[in-house]
């Protein structure tokens, strides 16, 4: 039996915006599983917001010297960015497991296929897949991208694409830890408005897969 995707809201247009610098920033959630913190606009704008922040960083990397930018100035003003959901379960597939996507720069959906495999190798192999990727050629397979890294914090995995591998990992790097802070920012928040509760939730009920796993104990004998 296949086990059901996460809860998805019809997708709105992605959140857009200009940065100071002119680069152009698109941000999408795929699926909200903080629905008690964010509605899906407000994660978009979450998402959006730290666009801006990669964007402001790529371009002055891009125009910085050699000693200055992280691993030599950045080749494009382009990136893109995969985010997958930390809550999703191991058995979900890596395509209902994507929490949202960023692009920047004019060239930056070109680059999404890329950083989605890292995203997804990483995923599967519980570590970088940059790893694989140059000593572990046998687990990457027929079609995986050849190129790495990938970037794990506190349990969230993002894949960035469009510099070079080492660049690609210091941006999805800071992402994901801007990312968790936001989120941790609004949960305290969150926890101070609502006082004393058992679930994460605004009707404090447990999730659905949670009740299905006692479910039987109360179910009627046959």
């Known amino acids: 039996m296949t086990a059901p995707a996460p809860a998805r809201s019809p997708l709105g247009r992605?959140?857009?915006?200009?940065?100071p610098d002119g680069l152009n920033v698109r941000a999408r959630h795929h699926h909200n599983?903080?629905?008690?913190?964010?509605?899906?606009?407000?994660?978009d704008a979450l998402l959006l917001e730290l666009g801006l922040r990669r964007a402001a960083s790529i371009w002055?990397?891009?125009?910085?010297?050699?000693?200055?930018?992280?691993?030599?100035?950045?080749?494009?003003?382009?990136?893109?960015?995969?985010?997958?959901?930390?809550?999703?379960?191991p058995w979900v597939?890596?395509?209902d497991a994507v929490l949202g996507a960023i692009t920047i720069g004019d060239e930056g959906h070109r680059f999404l296929p890329n950083a989605a495999a890292k995203a997804a190798g990483h995923r599967r192999l519980g570590r970088n897949y940059g790893e694989a990727v140059h000593t572990d050629p046998h687990?990457?397979?027929d079609g995986?991208?050849?190129?790495?890294?990938?970037?794990e914090v506190r349990g969230l995995i993002v894949g960035a694409s469009a510099q070079t591998p080492d660049q690609d990992l210091h941006e999805a790097s800071l992402l994901a830890q801007d990312f968790i802070g936001a989120l941790a920012d609004r949960h305290s928040a969150w926890e101070t408005t609502t006082g004393a509760t058992d679930w994460l939730s605004p009707e404090d009920v447990p999730a659905?897969?949670?009740?299905?796993?006692?479910?039987?104990?109360?179910?009627?004998?046959?």
Do not use: I, K, Q
Not at 144 to 151: P, T, V
């Open 93 to 95: 597939r890596h395509e």
């Open 33 to 43: 599983p903080y629905g008690y913190l964010l509605s899906g606009s407000d994660l």
């Open 144 to 151: 995986a991208f050849r190129y790495g890294h990938s970037a």
């Open 60 to 89: 002055r990397h891009h125009h910085s010297s050699p000693a200055a930018a992280p691993r030599d100035p950045y080749p494009r003003l382009a990136m893109a960015f995969v985010l997958l959901d930390p809550t999703a379960d």
């Open 14 to 19: 992605p959140a857009e915006a200009e940065s």
């Open 139 to 141: 687990l990457c397979g």
């Open 208 to 222: 659905a897969g949670t009740t299905a796993m006692t479910g039987f104990f109360t179910a009627r004998a046959v």
